[in-house]
């Protein structure tokens, strides 16, 4: 663990020292007040309850925030997205997408105490918890971010869906053997 960390910290400090790390100077370039990505937030808030509960439509954020964009963050650029899934989502696809978000949530906390519960070691234990842990980068990270709209990323969530789950469905086999053998 200490070499996995010891390795990323060079990595970041590689790529900041080579002028690549751009997220990182954006995030220290600001301040959090500053981006553009809070000041749109209220806006996406208020749409939240304007559109409740059926939402604006899957697909929409672009069109209908740019109605209702406020004058004090008109730019050049275009806002695609709303920067923050956990409000994009219930903003377009309204109670059904936020029931969605709901139960996806309660099954990874499901799966986390579970796989915090259970005997380190054993089997694909360590594929689970890194599963496990991959779908809470992510959850935390599309906070500020639609990174999982990128279909690679994506397909690395679903990846890590696949491993958190991995432990249960060996689980369940077992037991289906042990009742069986009995």
């Known amino acids: 663990p200490l070499a996995g960390l010891a390795g990323g910290a060079g990595l970041v400090a590689l790529a900041n020292a080579g002028g690549r790390a751009l997220s990182l100077d954006r995030l220290f370039a600001q301040s959090p007040g500053d981006g ?16 409740w509960p059926l939402g604006t439509g899957l697909g929409t954020f672009k069109p209908v925030y740019r ?12 806002m695609n ?13 309204g ?15 499901w799966r986390l105490v ?22 809470l980068l992510f959850a935390v990270a599309s906070v500020s971010d639609y990174h999982l709209r ?17 432990d249960t469905q060996n ?3 077992a037991q289906k053997d042990a009742a069986a053998s009995q």
């Open 36 to 51: 553009l990505r809070i000041q749109i937030l209220p806006t996406v808030k208020a749409l939240i309850g304007q559109h």
């Open 67 to 78: 109605v209702f964009e406020p004058d004090s963050v008109l730019a050049p650029s275009i």
């Open 81 to 93: 997205h709303a920067h923050n899934d956990w409000l994009e989502v219930p903003m377009t696809a």
């Open 95 to 109: 109670v059904g997408g936020a029931l969605i978000l709901l139960a996806a949530s309660i099954a990874w906390s």
């Open 114 to 135: 579970s796989t915090l519960r259970s005997r380190p070691g054993a089997g694909t234990q360590y594929l689970t918890r890194l599963g496990v842990l991959i779908v």
């Open 150 to 166: 990128t279909p690679s990323i994506a397909c690395l969530l679903a990846l890590a869906a696949i491993w958190a789950a991995t």
């Open 171 to 173: 689980e369940r086999r």
